[in-house]
């Protein structure tokens, strides 16, 4: 079984998916059964022309490989590959797997263009040969375009090395509390329910930092300006992008850890949290529920609710003890969640079975 590899190498991964795809194909370099599918152009395009252009160009990469050959590409480059993944099934029988790590929602209730975004997602899975998704979250999502059960797998991307002892964290805060939320600065990321929550708790005794790619500066600019207003500058540190070495730090010295998204395919940032056994409050979307048991190793929120947070917030800051239980459980899970290679071989078993 060779795979032809139609997504970026990742050179420099900077987010969890980057990360996790990098290492995937690190993996299947090392085990020698993929080819990489050169010259594809993955930069959005601007215009009809160019997205035709661009399915073109992938279309007479991809011809070349050979129909033994499984091609594993990416679901967000979708609309680059229409041309492919219609031919090269129908006319070739070529194999083509998708891999699904976020549900794509209309920016727009109705409109010929969500019509036309989705009959594009019934089509391409619909001639995929099997598709592996992020959580059970995405993979009902995907299930909704008409896929049969058989047809997706749940891979959950989980970047593990090794076991690690347990971090002994104590029922004893940090003076102030350390909060952390980890998470690109992006309107659908939430982060400005949290300033909401931090501004009406007004406390004094916590700082919160918010770490992060600055996706979408409209929405950072937002986030100063709230800060600002509610005169939160003294509590609130907007740190942006962290290389590994200086997050963990991060994650170290953190007491609580805030993940106030809209939307999650799965949520890489918690498995993290869980490492570092930090007790964590969560929105209760999409694959977030595959990772966090509310009460247990963890506290779900209704999402984009400022009192939920500020809510979950005074009670881990107030009971201790409840908040060290939260921490131990979320390590335990961590603990008990596969190594890279045992992931790996499932990856490899759904491509190859």
Not at 78 to 96: A, E, G, M, V, Y
Not at 103 to 130: C, E, H, T, W
Not at 241 to 253: F, G, H, K, P
Not at 293 to 319: F, H, K, W
Request: proline residues 4%.
């Amino acid at each position: 079984m060779k795979i032809v590899w139609a997504l970026p190498e990742f050179e420099d991964p900077k987010t969890g998916a980057e990360k996790y795809y990098r290492q995937m194909l690190l993996s299947f370099l090392e085990k020698g059964n993929v080819t990489m599918a050169r010259g594809i152009n993955y930069v959005n395009d601007r215009n009809l022309l160019e997205l035709l252009q661009n399915n073109i160009n992938i279309f007479k990469i991809l011809l070349k490989s050979g129909r033994d050959e499984i091609i594993i590409e990416e679901s967000s480059k979708r609309n680059k590959f229409i041309l492919s993944n219609i031919l090269l099934p129908l006319i070739w029988k070529q194999k083509i797997i998708i891999i699904v790590n976020e549900v794509f929602y209309p920016r727009k209730k109705s409109g010929a263009a969500n019509m036309l975004i989705d009959m594009i997602n019934q089509l391409m899975f619909k001639l995929s040969y099997k598709i592996i998704v992020n959580s059970s979250a995405t993979g009902q999502w995907v299930k909704q375009h008409g896929v049969e059960d058989n047809k997706i797998y749940i891979v959950y991307p989980i970047l593990k090395y090794e076991q690690e002892k347990i971090p002994g964290k104590s029922t004893a805060y940090h003076q102030p509390i350390n909060l952390l939320c980890v998470s690109h600065l992006r309107k659908n990321k939430g982060q400005e329910y949290l300033l909401d929550a931090l501004a009406r708790m007004n406390r004094n005794d916590v700082r919160l930092k918010l770490v992060g790619m600055i996706k979408e500066p409209e929405y950072f600019n937002y986030l100063i300006e709230k800060i600002d207003k509610n005169n939160l500058k003294d509590i609130v540190t907007i740190q942006g992008y962290c290389e590994a070495d200086e997050l963990e730090n991060i994650y170290r010295d953190a007491d609580i850890f805030v993940f106030p998204t809209l939307k999650e395919g799965f949520g890489m940032v918690l498995i993290e949290a869980m490492s570092f056994g930090l007790p964590i409050i969560a929105s209760n979307v999409g694959g977030i529920t595959d990772i966090i048991e509310d009460g247990v190793n963890g506290v779900l929120i209704e999402p984009a609710s400022a009192d939920a947070i500020a809510s979950a917030l005074t009670r881990m800051m107030t009971d201790k003890g409840y908040s060290a239980t939260l921490g131990k459980n979320a390590f335990n899970k961590y603990q008990g969640l596969p190594l890279w290679p045992e992931t790996f071989r499932k990856l490899n078993n759904v491509l190859g079975g």
